[in-house]
């Protein structure tokens, strides 16, 4: 229930505005929001790669209704890249980027949107970095794989994203294996419909779990994307058996939640990439995240206590 009330109020519309220009909704934020400028986002991967731990930016702002808007996105992330390359940061590829297509345009223009994710891996490619095209509703699942299997002929530095609550990933994940694709696997963050995604969280968990194994046998260095530490651990567990060593995938996690187990499984040799956003259309994100974690609310009803 408080996930599906948190996801309602992600398309809010009159919340959001007052939020996202509230620096006092901004100040609660700061825990899982980088901030609002490229400047932020280097400065928070700084930090983590000093602890070490690699970091993946993301540039907020989904569903945008305009070509203008899209082109804005798409030469933010120019930016930013040229930002992590000045400063030295996408060396051993300690940050590289992550993207959402409804961002690039998706919604405006199909084609348009392709041609602003290839500008974007086009210049990833000339700075020998790293490019991943997030997943979002299921309602953009074919074409986000369609889109990313294409550009994949051209640019092999681009990855994607499957969620394990949708029924169709399983057979996601042998098309990607057998293009090479590198897959980062989460669970999935919005709110899905019974006729196309797990509806209860055991199943979701034991999706995963197939997944996962399937991905760290045959995958193109695997990323394992999620907080639920008996998950993980069962993951890590059977990569152990199998043999499979440590750098040949990574695990990832979002920035401000569970630094506990970021900080661990970087100590004991594992490769940790913390997923960081930053920019000022942050409200839907960041709803997404209260809603999919309990521990998030109650951090954020004691820090309301404290001020």
């Not at 994940?173 to 999935?188: N, P, S, W, Y």
Request: aromatic content about 8%.
């Amino acid at each position: 229930m408080l996930r599906h009330f948190f996801l309602f109020l992600s398309h809010r519309r009159a919340l959001r505005r007052w939020m996202e220009h509230s620096p006092r909704a901004v100040a609660l934020t700061s825990r899982f929001i980088a901030g609002r400028e490229i400047e932020d986002a280097i400065r928070v991967t700084r930090q983590l790669n000093q602890a070490g731990l690699a970091a993946t930016l993301d540039y907020l702002g989904e569903s945008v209704t305009t070509l203008a808007e899209a082109a804005a996105s798409r030469d933010v992330y120019l930016r930013l890249l040229e930002a992590i390359h000045a400063e030295g940061l996408n060396a051993g590829l300690n940050a590289n980027v992550s993207l959402k297509l409804t961002q690039l345009g998706l919604d405006v223009s199909e084609a348009a949107c392709r041609e602003n994710v290839a500008a974007i891996a086009r210049r990833v490619g000339e700075l020998a970095s790293f490019v991943r095209v997030d997943m979002e509703s299921s309602a953009y699942t074919a074409r986000t794989l369609a889109l990313v299997s294409d550009l994949h002929e051209t640019y092999p530095h681009i990855g994607t994203v499957l969620q394990s609550y949708l029924y169709r990933t399983a057979g996601d994940a042998e098309e990607l294996l057998q293009r090479h694709i590198q897959v980062r696997l989460c669970k999935g963050a919005y709110d899905e419909p019974a006729d196309v995604a797990f509806q209860k969280k055991s199943d979701v968990d034991a999706n995963y779990a197939k997944l996962a194994q399937r991905l760290l046998l045959a995958g193109e260095h695997p990323a394992l994307a999620t907080h639920d530490e008996p998950v993980l651990r069962e993951a890590l567990r059977f990569a152990e058996a199998q043999g499979i060593a440590k750098d040949r995938f990574e695990i990832q996690m979002l920035y401000g939640i569970r630094r506990d187990l970021q900080t661990e499984h970087a100590s004991q040799g594992y490769r940790v990439r913390v997923y960081v956003p930053f920019g000022g259309a942050w409200y839907p994100y960041f709803m997404r995240r209260l809603g999919e974690r309990p521990a998030n609310v109650w951090f954020l009803v004691r820090h309301l206590l404290r001020s």
